[in-house]
């Protein structure tokens, strides 16, 4: 069964950091791209970043860039969301995805696989 379970959200202060998880099974590990969006009340769910298994490229949205690091451990079917420098405005439901392919992997329609979401807030 393809599943993805998300956890490692909470409450934390403008600057901190969280380190969010996504657990797979050995199934949706084995997609060749899995990402992480998020959606804010009101407004659409977005791309955050993405890793590529077949050369662990990576690619992350402008407003994440230098700040969030994906990352995964294919020992523990488990990818990574390292976020740092944290701002109001990345408060939101925090989902990973598992892609059916490599390409196009900011866009929402190249993944069909969704964990649950973990809830991020950001307060200021």
């Known amino acids: 069964q393809v599943q993805l379970v998300e956890s490692g959200g909470g409450l934390v202060q403008v600057g901190g950091s969280l380190r969010l998880s996504c657990a797979a099974s050995?199934?949706?590990?084995?997609?060749?791209?899995m990402g992480w969006f998020r959606q804010a009340p009101g407004k659409e769910r977005e791309f955050v970043a993405a890793?590529?298994?077949?050369?662990?490229?990576?690619d992350y949205a402008d407003s994440v860039k230098g700040r969030f690091t994906i990352s995964r451990d294919s020992a523990k079917n488990a990818m990574y969301l390292q976020m740092n420098s944290l701002k109001p405005e990345d408060t939101g439901i925090y989902y990973c995805?598992?892609?059916?392919?490599?390409?196009?992997?900011?866009?929402?329609?190249?993944?069909?696989?969704w964990g649950q979401g973990t809830q991020v807030t950001v307060s200021s």
């Open positions: 890793l590529t298994w077949s050369n662990s490229n990576t």
């Open positions: 050995r199934r949706t590990f084995s997609r060749p791209a």
């Open positions: 995805a598992a892609a059916l392919f490599s390409l196009s992997i900011r866009s929402i329609n190249a993944y069909d696989v």
